[in-house]
């Protein structure tokens, strides 16, 4: 075999060997994609489903060479011990089967990447955008979008730049949005970078958990609207649904690797695609009803709401936008399934960041501004749930249920990350402590003789409550704060300049070596607080809009 990984002293070296792992390899990279977040993506983020997936298994064989020839111990899988095996066993450049650093080959391309891009971005997010261009107009509403759709075009091709460590094409690679800021950045900054992703990661929990209620909720009133009539107020508590939701994902939060089910990522995209142009659907039908557009070009009149909410609810609109094209955490996960230079994988990925922001962008349009459209100022803040439409009932179920389908895993997904810090630091804290550490098996079925134990589940004792305990302190919280569109916009307003902004300008000065107050330097540092101001204010806006619905909200007890 060619390259630089020597697979003497491994069970059966053979020609069939060699084809059977040529094919395997084959195979993993065909399929290796991603997903998450976020959500609006991100957030999204359900595309990382299909990326840890097979990453972790490439891992898990590069670490079992490295075992083999004594050079990896007992961490496997890490992305350190994938260098650690390239470093020892040799540069595998030449190898038809493995890239320099020991992994299997990426075949990525800007097509899969854009893909890659395209099915993390579009999420709930895009429910909430006929509300936002409702509140900013026909010109400032679709200009706001352009702008942010630069802005995440710009910042993310400066992110691209950092997934190698100095040279784009043969420098170290950075295999997530962390491990570039441990290249590039040191002392306070790595850990108010780790600080804000597992806060990010919270707030995305708690944003879940009540855009799925309200899915539910929805459903459920849909039903007794077509039942008693549209003049029925149908009041409902989403409490009981946040309950429901709670309980579901204390269960499935249970589950080892929950997100590396691959078959998941597939199914979030078919919802979020179904759940998307269900709306474009419904939008363009309203509009065709009404015989004409809706809408002004300075958005809700003043009158309809105080101009003091008029400005707060513009500032929302930018973090509701904001929230939409959220992606920069996943980015250097989906340009690591790219296969390796020449053409750098940074390149391939700043044409994949254009082609993807420009399908996103049209997307967005098509449904925000139908959104609109239809229903001018009253467009609702969630376009499936506000009930501007009534009719088809069935359709509204089907799109509610498409949404909590994919919240139900995107929840998981996000949260895996946090799960994992929690407790591989409570394992170094205490290795010792049998209620940390212990794996309890629990026997699920006999063996196929009927003489001996099946098929078992390892419970651990730490895993369960402090899963548990996060998934209630985030129900809870949902139940005080249930409002899908003050928390969406609170979300991306306080994620979109630290994340998506500030870290990807410092990584990028810091990589390029750009001199402190040259004029490239001052620019990129003006964008920086460009975008702080934006941030600022679309906080504020957001939190404005939560004190005001708490003034008429009573916590487990206001129907909706």
Known sequence: ?????????????????????????????????????????LAVFYGVWWIRTYKKRDETF????????????????????????????????????????????????MWTASAHIITAVIGSGVLSLGWAIAQLGWVAGPAVMLLFSFLTYYTSA???DCYRSGDESTGKRNYTYMDAVNSNLSGIKVQICGFLQYANIV???????????????????????HEKGHGDPCN?????????????EIFFSQIPDFDQISWLSMLAAVMSFTYSIIGLGLGVVQVVANRGVQGSLTGISIGVVTPIDKVWRSLQAFGDIAFAYSYSLILIEIQDTIRAPP?????????????????????????????????????PGNLLTGFGFYEPFWLLDIANAAIVIHLVGAYQVYSQPLFAFVEKWAQQRWPDSWYITKDIEVPLSMSSSGTGAGRSYKLNLFRLTWRSAFVLVTTV????????????????????????????????IVQKRIPKWSTRWVCLQLLSLACLVITVASAAGSIAGIMSDLKVYKPFATPS
């Not at 590069?62 to 066993?89: D, F, H, Q, R, T």
């Not at 929990?205 to 007794?224: D, F």
């Not at 704060?481 to 306080?494: E, H, S």
Request: aromatic share 10%; hydrophobic share 45%.
């Open 477 to 508: 919280v949902s139940m005080l704060l249930p409002f899908f569109n003050d928390v969406v916009g609170l979300l991306g307003a306080l994620g979109f300049w630290p994340l998506t902004v500030y870290f990807p300008v410092e990584m990028y």
């Open 1 to 41: 075999m060619t390259g630089g990984v020597r697979l003497a002293g491994v069970r059966r070296l053979d020609g069939d060997v060699e084809r059977e792992q040529a094919s395997s390899a084959g195979r993993s990279l065909e399929t290796r994609t991603t997903s998450g977040g976020g959500g609006g993506g």
């Open 62 to 109: 590069c670490g079992e060479m490295g075992e083999i020839n004594g050079v990896v111990s007992a961490k496997l899988g890490y992305p350190a011990a994938a260098m650690e095996v390239s470093a020892e066993l040799g540069h595998t450049a030449g190898s038809k089967l493995y890239d320099d650093d020991g992994r299997l080959k990426r075949s990525g391309t």
């Open 203 to 225: 707030g995305v929990a708690i944003g879940y958990t009540i855009a799925a209620s309200i899915s539910m909720l929805a459903i459920k009133r849909a039903n007794c609207f």
């Open 158 to 160: 400066l992110l691209a």
């Open 343 to 379: 053409p750098s994988e940074a390149k391939v990925m700043r044409r994949a960041t254009v082609v993807s922001v420009a399908v996103t962008t049209f997307f967005y349009m098509l449904c925000g501004c139908m959104g609109y459209a239809a229903f001018g100022d009253g467009a």
């Open 236 to 248: 409902i508590s989403s409490t009981p649904y946040m309950i429901t939701f709670g309980v579901v």
